[in-house]
């Protein structure tokens, strides 16, 4: 085993004494063992820029969301956005923060929670239907479009007069890999990420195995992943004259309850 680059081996007997020893040429400096030892003495006591680590106090903020903001990608396409930010009895605080950033195909509405722990911790929280989900427009293609629409969403965030310019990004399995997409077209502003459970190579796993498609994925197509897409105000008018002619409970709906005929 190598400790800070030193081999280290396991102890042996002395056959002289009966006493555990390290081999001389395995023996890591005493120097080094001091050193270690006053680092770990020191490090709860240091922070970032030399400021001391301290427990994190009770929360500062209340919360004030702005839901379904459009926010216009390169293309023209709108994505649906909520933006929950810190506030002070029902008013947003002017200052800036930074972002925590959630781009999810599973309805942007479940991360309320998150962004009632963050936002009172001071962060802004930013959660989004990715394109064709939900409430945001355009036509899904799963992970194709979204390198280019995680760019120009962090782009947007970014000149917000609330950013300090850094985001970080949330988010499990596939809003894990949009973080993944965000950091292949190098998006702006990102500082961190934290993929929950995401895929990295959809040939070698996940959605394929080694180049053979996984049939489980079946499940994912026709369930989480059939979520409701953004319907149009024309879909929607139709889909009310179709269901206008049935009823849940019987079927069609017909003008007797007993079926005509026609008698010569």
């Not at 007997?13 to 023996?27: K, L, Q």
């Not at 396409?77 to 930074?98: E, S």
């Not at 040939?203 to 994912?220: K, S």
Request: hydrophobic share 40%; charged share 20%.
């Amino acid at each position: 085993m190598d400790v800070l680059g030193f081999p280290l081996a396991g102890p042996i007997v002395d056959s002289g004494t009966g006493r555990y020893t390290m081999s001389h040429g395995t023996r890591l400096p005493r120097v080094l063992l001091s050193f270690s030892a006053v680092f770990l003495w020191l490090l709860p006591l240091l922070g970032t820029r030399g400021q001391p680590l301290r427990a994190q106090g009770a929360p500062s903020y209340d919360v004030v969301a702005s839901k379904d903001v459009m926010i216009a990608m390169r293309d023209g396409v709108n994505l649906a956005t909520d933006v929950y930010r810190p506030a002070r009895n029902g008013a947003v605080v002017d200052g800036k923060f930074p972002t925590l950033l959630e781009r999810t195909p599973y309805n942007k509405n479940g991360a309320a929670a998150a962004a009632n722990y963050f936002v009172p911790r001071g962060y802004v929280v930013v959660v989004q239907d990715v394109r064709a989900r939900y409430k945001s427009e355009g036509h899904w293609r799963p992970i194709r479009d979204d390198p280019n629409d995680g760019f120009d969403t962090a782009t947007w965030i970014g000149a917000q007069p609330w950013s300090d310019g850094g985001i970080g990004t949330i988010g499990t399995s596939y809003a894990g890999a949009t973080q993944h997409a965000l950091a292949i077209a190098n998006a702006p502003f990102v500082k961190a990420m934290i993929p929950v459970d995401a895929m990295s190579n959809f040939g070698r796993y996940g959605v394929r195995h080694n180049g053979a498609f996984e049939l489980r994925w079946f499940n994912w197509v026709f369930t989480v992943g059939n979520g409701p897409p953004r319907r149009s105000s024309t879909w929607a008018r139709a889909s009310a004259n179709t269901c206008a002619g049935y009823r849940s409970d019987r079927g069609p709906r017909h003008s007797s309850s007993r079926p005509t005929t026609k008698r010569g």
